[in-house]
């Protein structure tokens, strides 16, 4: 096994070392004791239960103060919660694996009868059908179990949007590009959080009380959904755009309703219309 030239050298950069940390790239000094099997596995638990801390405690920010989960990363803030990247990675990789609920995916009827791109959504399924020689319903059928994986990687697509989008709205805040990224982040995350976790967890509950308490058959339809969606995303951008870009709360609103207004756009039309071409290519 490879050694330092000297005790006191430093075994990452080479560097003399003076103390238990390295001035120069930060290496700690490797003591005996920590070589034990005994300390490898407490140093494993204890960063198993720091990162969920840190995790739980980033969400909570994240729903009480909108806005400062990123203003803390962007201010150098950054040991106490965890990088808005890395919590929105974290939640998609539990979106991926463990959501039974698809409320958010448009299935074939969608695209073919009510988006604005419905005649060449029509004309590629007839020659869907044609080439593959199966019926509508079989068709039918493919596209919607397909669309379902399909739209869970999409969701991706919402992040440079987001950053963009912000980039635009806030141009004169003199922020770094970057800057604006991190908060579409963080409001993808909320996103992802709330409306594709919690709400259709919260809406099942609802329905099987419904059924059980008042024996109604409770539907839940886009007209419930999008206004529901949209005025929760309404205040939680309004909060975070107050508190990162410390705007007055009149401007905050009137660019979280513009900032809605375009993402709703991108998500009706051109997400749509990604998720329907790519699906149809794939089934």
């Known amino acids: ?142 596209f919607n179990k397909q669309s379902g994986q399909v739209a869970k990687w999409l969701i991706l697509l919402f992040l440079p949007v987001t950053g963009l989008i912000l980039s635009i709205l806030f141009y004169r805040r003199g922020c770094y590009l970057a800057d604006h990224f991190m908060l579409g982040i963080e409001l993808n995350s909320y996103n992802l959080f709330m409306h594709f976790m919690l709400f259709p967890l919260f809406l099942v509950v609802a329905v099987l009380l419904a059924r059980a308490l008042l024996s109604v058959e409770f539907q839940i339809t886009d007209a419930f959904l999008v206004p529901a969606i949209g005025l929760s995303f309404a205040t939680f951008s309004t909060l975070a755009f107050h508190r990162f870009y410390g705007q007055k709360w009149w401007v905050s609103f009137l660019k979280a309703i513009l900032f809605l207004l375009l993402i709703a756009q991108f998500a009706f039309v051109f997400y749509r219309f990604i998720l329907f071409w790519i699906t149809l290519q794939l089934i």
């Open 1 to 142: 096994m490879e050694q330092p030239i000297h005790r006191n050298q430093c075994p990452s950069c080479a560097h003399l070392m003076y103390g238990r940390y390295c001035s120069h790239c930060g290496e700690k000094r490797l003591e005996p004791h920590e070589r034990s099997l005994r300390f490898l596995v407490g140093e494993f638990i204890g960063a198993l239960f720091n990162i969920d801390n840190r995790f739980f405690k980033s969400i909570r920010l994240m729903l009480r103060r909108p806005g400062q989960l990123s203003q803390h990363y962007v201010n150098g803030r950054r040991r106490l919660y965890m990088r808005p990247s890395s919590l929105f990675l974290i939640l998609a990789a539990v979106y991926f694996l463990f959501s039974p609920f698809e409320l958010f995916v448009a299935p074939l009827k969608t695209h073919t009868h009510y988006s604005g791109y419905r005649g060449y959504a029509s004309r590629e399924v007839q020659e869907k059908l044609s080439e593959d020689n199966i019926s509508l319903e079989t068709l039918t059928q493919a």
